[in-house]
């Protein structure tokens, strides 16, 4: 699906009978029916700015359609998507702790005894040193068992809520640029697989300078991209949007 030039009303992708409004970054929750345009043609650019005949044919986002309301979506700010990215960590980082746990104990089986007295006795050199005596085996199975895990989680949530656990709790959601509803699986597999893809690159050796690099720029690129994409965000083909307003159900 193509994405429209400019802001303007479009042929609403979901619907063909009617036509939403495209602000220039997303699609809208704004629609309106093909017969308020009298027969005008369908496109028309930057309606609110507009002056004479089209913009009586082109009204103001009105609201309506498969998502309801009158509220158009807006990009997420960086500091919500922030703390809704540490929240997510953490939530991953413990899922990884405990359902890895026997990865972890047998790493260290070697070197038990000896990091137990080290740990007594509060020795921090000889903790590093026997930590070098892991098992680097059961180490690396439980680096992939969290990479797995991380991937696991993001896709499944993005595919079913379009949101992380931490982005639902900040009131955030992932959304397709010029696509509305819910992400594809191929769409969450792109966005979560590159960063799983930079994550493990940042922990191998020789290439783990690069990753890291990519990692820290995947991070800071919202920061300078009109669209707060993060690099992840371009190779998807998303943007993170603040998560409408629930609408009123029953009568008022």
């Known amino acids: 699906m193509s994405t429209p030039p400019s802001a303007g009303w479009f042929d609403d992708p979901d619907q063909p009978d009617q036509l939403r409004y495209f602000d220039g970054v997303i699609w809208t ?3 309106t029916a093909r017969s308020r345009f009298d027969g005008q043609p369908a496109v028309q650019d930057n309606p609110a700015s507009s002056t004479g005949p089209a913009q009586q044919t082109a009204p103001a986002p009105v609201g309506g359609g498969s998502l309801g309301g009158s509220v158009h979506l807006t990009l997420a700010p960086l500091i919500t998507r922030l703390v809704a990215y540490i929240v997510d960590r953490i939530i991953v980082g413990l899922l ?21 007295k080290a740990s007594a006795a509060g ?12 098992d680097r085996s059961y180490l690396l199975a439980y680096l992939g068992f969290s990479l797995i895990l991380a991937l696991a989680y993001n896709v499944f949530f993005l595919v079913r809520k379009a949101a992380t ?13 010029g696509r509305l509803g819910p992400l594809s699986m191929d769409t969450a597999m792109r966005r979560a697989g590159f960063e799983a893809v930079l994550s493990a690159m ?15 720029a995947d991070s800071v690129w ?6 707060r994409q993060a690099l992840h965000d371009k190779v998807a083909g998303t943007v993170v949007v603040l998560a409408p307003p629930k609408q009123p159900t029953g009568r008022l």
């Open 29 to 31: 929750a704004h629609t």
């Open 96 to 116: 990884t702790a405990v359902t890895g746990f026997w990865l972890i104990l047998r790493a260290f089986d070697p070197v038990r005894d000896e990091l137990e």
């Open 123 to 134: 020795d921090i050199a000889a903790i590093l040193t026997l930590t070098d005596r892991a």
């Open 165 to 177: 656990p931490g982005k639902l709790l900040l009131g955030l959601r992932v959304q397709s640029v």
């Open 202 to 216: 940042s922990q191998a050796p020789v290439i783990g300078l690069i990753g890291l690099f990519l990692a820290v």
């Open 222 to 227: 919202p920061i300078m991209d009109p669209r």
